[in-house]
């Protein structure tokens, strides 16, 4: 049976605080932010990335990152990692405690250049000043690779983009290397065939994959990667997110929806459905308007009819 082959437990990685914040038109007040760390680490999510240490000109939404990384309650057993994407991200990093950072560039010429002013040659090397020096310091390092099922400006990008990235990002020393759809373009058999293929060079557990929802693909997505052997998937809750640079990029797939649909296949991941859902009506109050997750409407919706029964069933009481 296609499913005998899941995974027991995957790891959840959390990215609203950041891929969702970052591109939010109302610029959440940081005390906010810490709220929403604060309270998606007590749902037992493993790992939670909180913010961005990049130039402010380009993503003045997380422009207070080092405040935020020095005001939240860190829990042991979390991880908290933050975007870097040069020396001097990596420094700001380092200055505020943080224990891991993530780099980042795309499988295609133009979104990269768009997102970091540069070429992914030039990318690449700008990560020897972070990836090296982060590791010798016993920091962690993630990378992600965005654009590897789709540019917006290029269409199609070849499958051998994102295997060569991972290879080389891999050989640099970082322990993981997450796949993005960053504009939500994937679907499931164009899945298979590229991580089959960058799976023949690194293995499964050193990959991760970051699905956007743009067109309600990502739970879909991220089962043939859970089918494939790789256990960790990124997530938003509410399904916040999107890339200023990359236009039509909508939400990440909704945190509550993937733990929801895991956890009633026997999937353990950890968390607290319950918890992550007042996390999501938290991100949606901070932000100002609803959120895409399903899950979350369908438990408001189940809320809201359960209220009514109730007051209904008073009324006859009392009547
Ligand atoms: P640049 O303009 O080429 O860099 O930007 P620069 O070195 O010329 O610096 C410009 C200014 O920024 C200078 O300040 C620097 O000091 C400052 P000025 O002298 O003009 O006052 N600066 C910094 N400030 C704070 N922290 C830093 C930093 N570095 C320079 N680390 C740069 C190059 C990479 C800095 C810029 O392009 C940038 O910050 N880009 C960030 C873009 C970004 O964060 N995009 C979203 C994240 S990626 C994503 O969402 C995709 C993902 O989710 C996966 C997926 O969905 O596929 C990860
Ligand atoms: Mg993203």
């Given at each position: 049976?296609?499913?005998?082959?899941?995974?027991?437990?995957v790891t959840v990685?959390?990215?609203?605080?950041?891929?969702?914040?970052?591109?939010?038109?109302?610029?959440?007040?940081?005390?906010?932010k810490i709220a929403?760390?604060?309270?998606?680490?007590?749902?037992?999510?493993?790992?939670?990335?909180?913010?961005?240490?990049?130039?402010?000109?380009?993503?003045?939404?997380?422009?207070?990152?080092?405040?935020?990384?020095?005001?939240?309650?860190?829990?042991?057993?979390?991880?908290?990692s933050a975007l870097?994407?040069?020396?001097?991200?990596?420094?700001?990093?380092?200055?505020?405690?943080?224990?891991?950072?993530?780099?980042?560039?795309?499988?295609?010429?133009?979104?990269?250049?768009?997102?970091?002013?540069?070429?992914?040659?030039?990318?690449?090397?700008?990560?020897?000043?972070?990836?090296?020096?982060?590791?010798?310091?016993?920091?962690?390092?993630?990378?992600?690779?965005?654009?590897?099922?789709?540019?917006?400006?290029?269409?199609?990008?070849?499958?051998?983009?994102?295997?060569?990235?991972?290879?080389?990002?891999?050989?640099?020393?970082?322990?993981?290397?997450?796949?993005?759809?960053?504009?939500?373009?994937?679907?499931?058999?164009?899945?298979?065939?590229?991580?089959?293929?960058?799976?023949?060079?690194?293995?499964?557990?050193?990959?991760?994959?970051?699905?956007?929802?743009?067109?309600?693909?990502?739970?879909?997505?991220?089962?043939?990667?859970?089918?494939?052997?790789?256990?960790?998937?990124?997530?938003?809750?509410?399904?916040?997110?999107?890339?200023?640079?990359?236009?039509?990029?909508?939400?990440?797939?909704?945190?509550?929806?993937?733990?929801?649909?895991?956890?009633?296949?026997?999937?353990?991941?950890?968390?607290?459905?319950?918890?992550?859902?007042?996390?999501?009506?938290?991100?949606?109050?901070?932000?100002?308007?609803?959120?895409?997750?399903?899950?979350?409407?369908?438990?408001?919706?189940?809320?809201?009819?359960?209220?009514?029964?109730?007051?209904?069933?008073?009324?006859?009481?009392?009547?």
């Amino acid at each position: 049976m296609l499913f005998d082959k899941l995974p027991d437990r995957v790891t959840v990685y959390e990215v609203g605080p950041r891929d969702g914040l970052q591109n939010e038109a109302r610029k959440v007040p940081t005390a906010d932010k810490i709220a929403l760390v604060d309270a998606l680490s007590d749902t037992g999510l493993p790992c939670i990335e909180i913010s961005s240490f990049v130039s402010p000109k380009w993503i003045p939404q997380l422009a207070d990152a080092k405040e935020v990384a020095s005001s939240i309650a860190r829990r042991p057993g979390v991880r908290y990692s933050a975007l870097v994407p040069n020396r001097r991200g990596l420094d700001d990093a380092v200055s505020v405690g943080m224990g891991e950072v993530a780099v980042f560039l795309s499988a295609s010429e133009t979104h990269n250049k768009r997102n970091v002013n540069k070429g992914i040659a030039e990318t690449l090397e700008a990560f020897d000043k972070v990836v090296g020096p982060a590791t010798s310091r016993g920091m962690r390092v993630r990378a992600y690779v965005s654009t590897v099922f789709g540019c917006p400006f290029e269409g199609e990008v070849s499958a051998e983009s994102a295997v060569h990235l991972a290879k080389t990002l891999r050989a640099m020393g970082v322990y993981q290397v997450s796949l993005g759809d960053t504009i939500g373009v994937a679907n499931p058999q164009q899945v298979e065939r590229v991580l089959a293929r960058v799976l023949t060079e690194v293995p499964a557990e050193t990959v991760a994959v970051h699905f956007h929802d743009t067109q309600g693909t990502a739970l879909a997505n991220c089962m043939v990667a859970l089918t494939l052997g790789i256990t960790t998937i990124d997530a938003a809750v509410g399904g916040l997110g999107g890339c200023p640079y990359a236009p039509g990029a909508a939400g990440n797939l909704a945190t509550e929806d993937a733990v929801s649909m895991l956890h009633s296949m026997g999937v353990d991941t950890g968390v607290d459905l319950e918890k992550l859902v007042d996390c999501s009506r938290l991100a949606s109050s901070l932000i100002g308007r609803d959120l895409p997750s399903k899950y979350l409407k369908a438990h408001l919706g189940k809320q809201a009819r359960e209220r009514r029964q109730k007051e209904r069933a008073e009324g006859a009481g009392g009547g």
